[in-house]
């Protein structure tokens, strides 16, 4: 059974790890290429965007596909609104894993805004030291903020060429250590952390680290992502997938 995941997160990955090998089942794992080095994967992968609803239709009727697991980033919105249309249009069945929200403990002092150009006016007038956790793709909304100092970590640099004034780049790749993030909000004297709110233990820590140091968080609020079948884990997907794949192969 020919099976696409739409991947780019470690809940992906450990479904590429889980299924390599099984005979029922024949994966390709797709990512949008925005990581130049990629974690190798045991699975055939394909890299690049696959040209919109009408793209992924061709793509899931020249290869093939009998099922696509969508484990996309729960803030990679656009990919999964695309799955959900081209699954409805050619009738392929449609899993979705999204990994749950963290949630709000007692001690935390989160301020939930809706996109980053909400949370670049949430940091306020007055110049503050920020820590930016958020990905690439949003590092250059806080050019509208420029009186704050940005440290941004990220896996790769921005793309964009207007970037705020005052901005380091820290290029580093989860999973993150409790006390050491402890040790750089210190160090770089961090005032308040704009965060995604992710889910998952990967980057969680800076969250903990946050609370631990009373820090607030301007956490950006997950969009609409539409949803095939929901699964709760990468288990949940095998045993779907299983479930579909002729039996005895
Ligand atoms: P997005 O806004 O939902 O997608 C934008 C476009 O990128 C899609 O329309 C599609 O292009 C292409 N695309 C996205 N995921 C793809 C995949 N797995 N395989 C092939 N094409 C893909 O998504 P995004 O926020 O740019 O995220 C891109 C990738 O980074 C995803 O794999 C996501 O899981 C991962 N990621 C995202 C975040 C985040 O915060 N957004 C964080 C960590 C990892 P076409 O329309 O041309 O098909």
């Given at each position: 059974?020919?099976?696409?995941?739409?991947?780019?997160?470690?809940?992906?990955s450990?479904?590429?790890?889980?299924?390599?090998?099984?005979?029922?089942?024949?994966?390709v794992?797709?990512?949008?290429?925005?990581?130049?080095?990629?974690?190798?994967?045991?699975?055939?992968?394909?890299?690049?965007?696959?040209?919109?609803?009408?793209?992924?239709?061709?793509?899931?009727?020249?290869?093939?596909?009998?099922?696509?697991?969508?484990?996309t980033?729960?803030?990679?919105?656009?990919?999964?609104?695309?799955?959900?249309?081209?699954?409805?249009?050619?009738?392929?069945?449609?899993?979705?894993?999204?990994?749950?929200?963290?949630?709000?403990?007692?001690?935390?002092?989160w301020?939930?805004?809706?996109?980053?150009?909400?949370?670049a006016?949430?940091?306020?007038?007055?110049?503050?030291?920020v820590?930016?956790?958020?990905?690439?793709?949003?590092?250059?909304?806080?050019?509208?903020?420029?009186?704050?100092?940005?440290?941004?970590?990220?896996?790769?640099?921005?793309?964009?060429?207007?970037?705020?004034?005052?901005?380091?780049?820290?290029?580093?790749?989860?999973?993150?250590?409790?006390?050491?993030?402890e040790?750089?909000?210190?160090?770089?004297?961090?005032?308040?952390?704009?965060?995604?709110?992710?889910?998952?233990?990967?980057?969680?820590?800076?969250?903990?680290?946050?609370?631990?140091?009373?820090?607030?968080?301007?956490?950006?609020?997950?969009?609409?992502?539409?949803?095939?079948?929901?699964?709760?884990?990468?288990?949940?997907?095998?045993?779907?997938?299983?479930?579909?794949?002729?039996?005895?192969?």
């Amino acid at each position: 059974m020919r099976v696409l995941i739409l991947g780019g997160t470690t809940e992906a990955s450990a479904l590429a790890r889980q299924i390599a090998g099984d005979a029922r089942l024949a994966p390709v794992l797709s990512l949008a290429g925005r990581t130049t080095n990629p974690q190798p994967q045991p699975i055939p992968t394909r890299t690049g965007g696959f040209g919109g609803i009408e793209g992924l239709v061709r793509f899931l009727g020249d290869d093939k596909v009998d099922a696509v697991v969508d484990a996309t980033h729960p803030y990679a919105d656009q990919m999964s609104a695309h799955a959900v249309a081209a699954c409805r249009e050619t009738g392929v069945p449609l899993a979705s894993l999204v990994r749950p929200e963290w949630q709000r403990h007692a001690d935390d002092r989160w301020h939930v805004v809706a996109d980053a150009e909400a949370a670049a006016r949430a940091l306020g007038a007055e110049p503050r030291r920020v820590f930016l956790s958020l990905g690439r793709q949003e590092v250059h909304v806080f050019a509208s903020a420029p009186q704050h100092h940005y440290l941004a970590r990220l896996i790769e640099r921005p793309e964009q060429t207007k970037l705020p004034p005052d901005l380091r780049l820290l290029q580093a790749r989860g999973p993150f250590d409790r006390a050491d993030e402890e040790r750089l909000l210190r160090a770089e004297r961090i005032d308040v952390v704009v965060s995604k709110n992710a889910g998952g233990t990967a980057t969680y820590a800076k969250i903990e680290a946050a609370r631990a140091l009373g820090l607030p968080v301007v956490m950006i609020a997950r969009p609409h992502k539409p949803a095939g079948v929901a699964m709760a884990d990468v288990d949940a997907c095998v045993a779907w997938l299983h479930g579909l794949a002729p039996r005895g192969v």
